[in-house]
């Protein structure tokens, strides 16, 4: 994708992959104004994946943009995409009890609300552990908003490769192999 960021609909719709300077890799689509899609391929939390996050999304200035989150675990998250520059820097905000207990996270989040709510309650939350990273860009498509092939499996060994190299949607976007 070669595109120019200029406006808050030249993002949406986008689907990103990212690896953060610590090495965590990332996959995150901008699912519309409202809502984001993620899986985590590498790093404390590797293997989570969730649907349908409301997050708040805005446009910084031309090309700039600013995601939040809070999610069901009680992590807060902070993304500054630079698409035009390949660039983001992210800001997670991990409850104790997730720095603590990754494994509980390690799901489908949507079928596990429930866990991820009574975990909050159940162990610490602070001290939160604060992970600000600057991450590379390493794969930009253009999805459409709504798609709901982006993120539709659980993450495994390669995904983020099969992506990159043409071998996961086809020419509409839409997975392959379902």
Same mark, same amino acid.
């Given at each position: 994708?070669?595109? /120019?960021?200029? /406006?808050?609909?030249? *993002? ?5 992959? %990212? ?27 590797g ?17 700039i ?7 069901? /675990? ?5 993304l500054? *995409?630079?698409?035009?520059? &390949? ?6 905000f991990?409850?104790?009890w ?11 989040? $949507? ?10 309650? &159940?162990?610490? /939350?602070?001290? &939160?552990?604060?992970?600000?990273? *600057?991450?590379?860009?390493? %794969?930009?498509g253009?999805?459409?908003?709504? $798609? ?8 495994? &060994? ?6 990159r $190299? ?6 509409? %976007? ?5």
């Amino acid at each position: 994708m070669t595109k /120019t960021f200029k /406006t808050l609909e030249d *993002f949406l719709g986008t689907h990103f992959i %990212y690896t953060y300077d610590n090495g965590w890799e990332y996959e995150w689509y901008a699912k519309n104004d409202h809502t984001v899609d993620y899986r985590i391929h590498g790093g404390m939390v590797g293997g989570r994946w969730v649907t349908d996050q409301e997050a708040d999304i805005v446009m910084l200035t031309e090309g700039i943009y600013k995601i939040s989150w809070t999610e069901p /675990t009680g992590t807060d998250v902070a993304l500054d *995409f630079m698409p035009n520059e &390949k660039k983001l820097h992210g800001t997670i905000f991990f409850p104790k009890w997730v720095q603590e207990h990754p494994e509980i996270t390690v799901t489908y989040q $949507n079928e596990h609300i429930d866990l991820m709510e009574e975990s909050r309650e &159940k162990y610490e /939350t602070y001290p &939160k552990m604060v992970v600000p990273e *600057f991450a590379n860009i390493t %794969y930009m498509g253009d999805a459409g908003q709504n $798609n709901e092939d982006v993120i539709s499996e659980a993450p495994y &060994k390669g995904l983020p490769d099969d992506i990159r $190299n043409g071998k996961y949607f086809d020419e509409n %976007y839409r997975r392959i192999n379902k």
